[in-house]
C-alpha cells in the first residue's frame, strides 16, 4: 500500500527536488504539489485528492504553515503533517506541534532522514530532527512552554503593532504610541497580515484577541 504525500512549499526548486525524491521511493507516490497556503487549503481542505502525508514548509508566501496546519489536521484528522522548514527554533518547533503536525525536519536533513521521517509519519508516529529534538528539549527544561508568546513567526515589534491593532488603534495612534513613522507602521502592518494569512486588519483582529492580544482575555492553555 502506497503511502500518497502533498508537497506545500513556495520555492519552486525544493518543491520540485521535494517531490523527485519522493516519487523515487518505494511505496511513496506524490499525489500534489501546492505553492502556497491558499492552494493549500482549496486542493487538501476537501478532502481529496486522499493524501496521508503533507510535507509543509512554514513561511509560505501568501500566509502561515502553522496556521494550514491547524486547519487542515482539524477538518482532515486522518491526515498526518511533516514541517519540513528552514527554521530549527523552539518557538517555531512548539507552535508546529501545538497546530498538528506529526514532525519536524530540516530543508538541510539528508534524503534518509527524509524517507524516515516520512514513514514514521505516516505509521503515526512523532518525529523530530536531531537538531530540531536538541532545541525543543532545551526549550522544555528551560520551562518556557507555558509562556509561548503568540503568533511565534512575528517579530517582537510585529506583536506589538498587532496588540495594538486588536487594541482598536489606528495607524497613526500606533505610530505616536510605538514612536514609529506611519509608513513604518503601514508596513509591519502589511507584513503581519501576510504571515497570518488574513485579508484584512478586522481577521487580524479576531486571531488576535483569540490568543489574548488586545486587552481580550487570554484563553489559550497553559501547556502543550
Known amino acids: ?39 493549500a487549503r482549496e486542493v487538501l481542505g476537501g478532502g481529496t485528492p486522499p493524501v496521508d502525508v503533507v510535507l509543509m514548509d512554514l513561511d509560505l508566501g501568501d500566509g502561515s504553515g502553522v496556521d494550514v496546519t491547524r486547519e487542515l489536521v482539524r477538518t482532515r484528522p486522518g491526515l498526518r503533517v511533516l514541517v519540513v522548514t528552514m527554521h530549527e527554533d523552539a518557538d ?15 530543508k538541510s536533513a539528508p534524503p534518509d532522514a527524509v524517507e524516515r521521517a516520512v514513514r514514521a509519519v505516516a505509521a503515526g508516529e512523532m518525529i523530530l530532527g536531531p537538531a530540531v529534538a536538541e532545541q525543543a528539549m532545551a526549550y522544555v527544561l528551560a520551562g518556557r512552554t507555558a509562556v509561548r508568546p503568540p503568533f511565534p513567526r512575528l517579530t517582537d515589534r510585529e506583536r506589538e503593532v498587532l496588540d495594538l491593532v486588536a487594541a482598536g488603534h489606528d495607524n497613526t495612534v500606533i505610530s505616536r504610541r510605538l514612536a514609529l513613522s506611519p509608513k513604518t507602521v503601514r508596513n509591519h502592518v502589511a507584513n503581519v497580515l501576510t504571515k497570518l494569512g488574513v485579508p484584512d486588519r478586522s481577521a487580524a483582529v479576531v486571531l488576535a484577541r483569540e490568543e489574548g492580544l488586545g486587552g481580550a482575555p487570554d484563553r489559550r492553555p497553559a501547556g502543550p
Open 1 to 39: 500500500m502506497s503511502i500518497d504525500v502533498a508537497v506545500v512549499d513556495d520555492h519552486p526548486v525544493f518543491r520540485l527536488g521535494m517531490a523527485a525524491l519522493l516519487d523515487s521511493l518505494d511505496g511513496v507516490r506524490v499525489v500534489a504539489q501546492l505553492a502556497g497556503a491558499r492552494e
Open 92 to 106: 517555531a518547533v512548539v507552535a508546529s506541534v501545538r497546530a498538528g503536525a506529526r514532525g519536524y525536519l530540516l
